[in-house]
Structures are given as structure tokens and as C-alpha cells.
């Protein structure tokens, strides 16, 4: 028998090389018996890991199109608020627009007014007239007034029953105009100091982006813009009405009542239509309903002084005389007649003066009578429409003709002593609705007139 004899290291080279063998053989066998399922187990691992790859990209985009959409929506929202600030703005410059226009108009008033001698600082007596209980007298006419036809004659009746006597001697009084303040110029300084207080975002829904949170910031200050301005226009008509208010008590201390005077300015302007409440009107690109309440709201208001101011045009509020020169001698109500020593009515007012001085209309109008009348002597009758008339009388000469068109302050005669006069004056009255008024109170509400 033949033995074989192997060292330490080659049989343990050959213990390794077999255990190799029974391991490749192994593994060979498993690989054969397993190989579906390992591949299976592969392909499942992979499309698992490919599944979660795509979902993963899927919900990128999908973060991707919400976080684009709400910055799209966010600058939608900015550039729409935006937009409509630029509209508030821009109507807001169109009402002061007209705002100005208003106030050019009562500039006018003021460039225009007249003074009485006391504004130059002769001395100022107690009124004439004061004890009158009435500045309004109707009643039938007596003789020399009777109607104006187209002979010439005069369409206003005179009046009749005397009031408590007053002295036939008085100073003159003073006459200015109506000062009504700018009622928007000091408010635009709200619009950009206020408005920097921005209004916080909701946090939780922004904080995820910076831009999202900052766009968000941003359309809240221009927001916070446009709310200051619906209070600005809110201010600003609560000023203008405050000015409509203050020029209907000029005409009302006139002794005339401002709305049914100015029905019938508006009766001349033929106006109508139908009635639309504000809330069904739209300012076209402006959503915000309070700010285009507060425009129309202030709007009307404007109108209504515009009309006011039309209207008070027409209103005698000065004298047909100006200077130092020219003191108030009579006053409107009874007095002592100057030639007969008996009581009796004065219907008017009179200002002494140099003769020849030129005597002046004190409101737009017609001149509807202009020649001699019996004891007004030389007179002129101007219509100012409206149902308010004035008369001149005693003049020393006309310089208007029947239907001449004069506007406040205009020449119309000269001073002088006709008729049943005596002495150089203007005899001066007032007429409204065929009633002959005080014109004291028309004058003296001049006084509140710029």
C-alpha cells in the first residue's frame, strides 16, 4: 500500500482550495435553484426605488407649480391693488380738479366785493334800522309805483303799514364777502405718511417663501393706501359740506330760504332723470365700495356748493357805493318824513355822497326800468333773476338804457338829488318775490362773504 504524505501547509492549502469548491458548488446550486426570485427580488427593489424617484420628482413639480401659481397669484393681487390705487388717485385729482374750479369761483366772489366807507375806518353808529320789527314789507301799491309794462312802468307793488319810527339819520355800515377755506389742501399729506404702516401678512401662509412674504407685504401697504384715501374723500366732503353750510347761512340771514332758492336756479337748469341709489354705482376699476360711496357722497356735496355759489351770485350783498366819502343817512323802516314831519315808511336805504359820484350794481343783471319815476326822480331798476330786484333812485344822471346786461359792480348812474330829495344820495332797496326786503341784512351778510 502506497501512502501519501501531505505537510501542514499543503493540506491546508487543499482544505481552502476544497472548502472554495464546496462553496462555489453552493452557491452555483442556490444561483440555479433561486435564480427567478433573486431576479424578481432585483426587478421589485429596482421599480420600488424608481416608484419612490418619481414620486419624488412628482411632488417637487407639484411644489414647484404651487409655489409659481402663488407667486403669480400674489403679483395678480399686487398689480390689481396697485392698479386701483392709481384709479382712486386719479379720480381723487379729478374732484380736486373741480375742487378748484369751486374755489376759483369763490375767489371771484372776493376780487369782486365792495366796501362800504366804514371798511376804511369812518366811525360806525348804531344801525337805523333796528327797531324795524319786519324786513319785509308787502301790501298794495300806492300811487307812482304801480307795474313795469312796455311802457316802462314798474311790475313791483310797494308796500304799506308802517313799523316803529327810527331816526333819519345813521352811519354807514360795512360790506365784504364770504370766506370759505380749501377743504382738501392740507389732507394730501396723509396719503404716503400713513401709509407706511404696512398691514402684517399671515405669516403661516407666506413664511415658507421670502418673495411670497414680501409681495404679500407690499400689497398690504398699497391696501392700507387706498383705505387712507376713502377717509381722505370722507374728510374731505364732511369740509366741503361744512362750506355748503356756511353759504346757506349767508342766504338765509338774506331772509331768503336757500333751498327754495336754489329749486329755482335748478327749475332754470331743466334737470331730472332717473334716481339711482349710490350703492348700485360702480367707479369703473374700483372695487372698493366705501371709497366710491365717500367719491359720489362728496361729489354731490361739491355739486351742491357749486350750485350755492351759482345762486349767491345773483344775491345783492354790497353797496351801490364805495369811499369814506359815503355815509348812510336813512335806514330801511319808519322814520319822520323829512318834508312832512309825519311818520312814514322808507323802503330803503340811503347813502349820502358827493354829487356825481358813480354808482355801481351790486349784483349781475337786467336793467329793466331806467328814467324818471316820481319821487325815486332818476331811477334804474335791475333784474337780477329769481325774483330779486334792486332800485337806484335820486340819480343826476343814467348811464344804462332798458335791457342792458350789467354784472356786479358795473357803472349805472350817477349821484345826484332828483325827485323828492334833499340832498345829494342813493335812495337803495332790495326786492325778493315782489316784496320789498331790508337791504341792511343783505349787506350786513355780506360782511360774511370773503
Same mark, same amino acid.
Given at each position: 500500500? @502506497? ?11 487543499? %482544505? ?38 418619481? $414620486? ?11 409655489? $409659481? ?19 382712486? &388717485? $386719479? ?42 320789527? !319786519? ?30 319810527? &327810527? ?14 377755506? !380749501? ?24 413664511? &415658507? ?6 409681495? %404679500?407685504? @407690499? ?10 384715501? =376713502? ?22 340771514? =338774506? ?38 360711496? %365717500? ?8 355739486? @351742491?356748493?357749486?350750485?350755492?355759489? !351759482? ?25 319822520? #318824513? ?18 356825481? !359820484? ?74 325778493? #318775490?315782489?316784496?320789498?326786503? $331790508? ?5 350786513? %351778510? ?5
Amino acid at each position: 500500500v @502506497q501512502f501519501f504524505t501531505f505537510g501542514p501547509t499543503l493540506q491546508a492549502t487543499l %482544505a481552502g482550495l476544497s472548502l472554495i469548491f464546496l462553496g462555489w458548488v453552493a452557491f452555483a446550486t442556490v444561483n440555479v435553484i433561486f435564480k427567478d426570485r433573486i431576479i424578481a427580488a432585483k426587478d421589485y427593489r429596482t421599480q420600488q426605488l424608481q416608484s419612490a424617484y418619481e $414620486n419624488r420628482v412628482a411632488d417637487l413639480q407639484l411644489s414647484y407649480d404651487e409655489l $409659481n401659481g402663488a407667486l403669480v397669484n400674489a403679483e395678480d393681487r399686487f398689480k390689481a391693488t396697485a392698479d386701483e390705487l392709481a384709479l382712486k &388717485q $386719479n379720480t381723487i385729482l379729478k374732484f380736486l380738479d373741480h375742487k378748484r374750479q369751486v374755489d376759483a369761483t369763490i375767489a371771484g366772489l372776493s376780487n369782486t366785493g365792495i366796501r362800504t366807507g366804514a371798511d376804511t375806518g369812518a366811525p360806525e353808529a348804531a344801525p337805523a334800522d333796528n327797531a324795524a320789527p !319786519s324786513d319785509e314789507i308787502d301790501g298794495t301799491p300806492p300811487p307812482g309805483t304801480g307795474t313795469v309794462d312796455a311802457g316802462g312802468q314798474s311790475e313791483l307793488p310797494a308796500m304799506s303799514a308802517p313799523p316803529p319810527v &327810527q331816526p333819519r339819520t345813521a352811519k354807514p355800515t360795512k360790506a365784504s364777502f364770504l370766506d370759505i377755506g !380749501s377743504a382738501v389742501g392740507h389732507l394730501t399729506g396723509l396719503l404716503f405718511g400713513a401709509g407706511r404702516q404696512a398691514v402684517a401678512p399671515n405669516r403661516d401662509a407666506y413664511i &415658507q417663501h421670502p418673495a411670497l412674504r414680501v409681495l %404679500a407685504e @407690499q400689497t398690504a401697504r398699497v391696501a392700507r393706501l387706498g383705505t387712507i384715501e =376713502t377717509k381722505l374723500m370722507e374728510r374731505t366732503q364732511s369740509e366741503v359740506a361744512e362750506g355748503v353750510t356756511n353759504i346757506q347761512t349767508v342766504i338765509r340771514s =338774506t331772509g331768503i330760504n336757500p333751498d327754495d332758492y336754489t329749486r329755482r336756479l335748478e327749475q332754470v337748469d331743466a334737470v331730472g332723470g332717473p334716481e339711482w341709489p349710490l350703492q348700485s354705482i360702480h367707479v369703473d376699476g374700483i372695487a372698493d365700495a366705501s371709497f366710491t360711496n %365717500a367719491f359720489l357722497r362728496a361729489s354731490a356735496v361739491l355739486e @351742491q356748493m357749486n350750485t350755492l355759489l !351759482s345762486a349767491m351770485r345773483h344775491i345783492p350783498l354790497t353797496t351801490p357805493v364805495t369811499g369814506p366819502q359815503f355815509e348812510r343817512t336813512s335806514g330801511f323802516g319808519a322814520r319822520i #318824513d323829512p318834508f312832512t314831519g309825519h311818520y312814514s315808511f322808507h323802503p330803503g336805504i340811503d347813502f349820502a355822497g358827493p354829487w356825481g !359820484s358813480i354808482l355801481k350794481a351790486t349784483a349781475p343783471g337786467t336793467v329793466v326800468y331806467a328814467g324818471p319815476r316820481g319821487g325815486y326822480g332818476n331811477m334804474v331798476e335791475i333784474d337780477h333773476g329769481f325774483g330779486i330786484h334792486t332800485r337806484y333812485g335820486h340819480m343826476s344822471s343814467i348811464l344804462v338804457s332798458v335791457g342792458a346786461k350789467v354784472g356786479k359792480g358795473s357803472p349805472i348812474g350817477k349821484l345826484g338829488s332828483t325827485g323828492r330829495s334833499t340832498g345829494p344820495h342813493v335812495h337803495y332797496e332790495v326786492w325778493y #318775490d315782489d316784496v320789498v326786503r $331790508n337791504p341792511r341784512t343783505f349787506i350786513e %351778510a355780506g360782511r360774511h362773504v370773503l
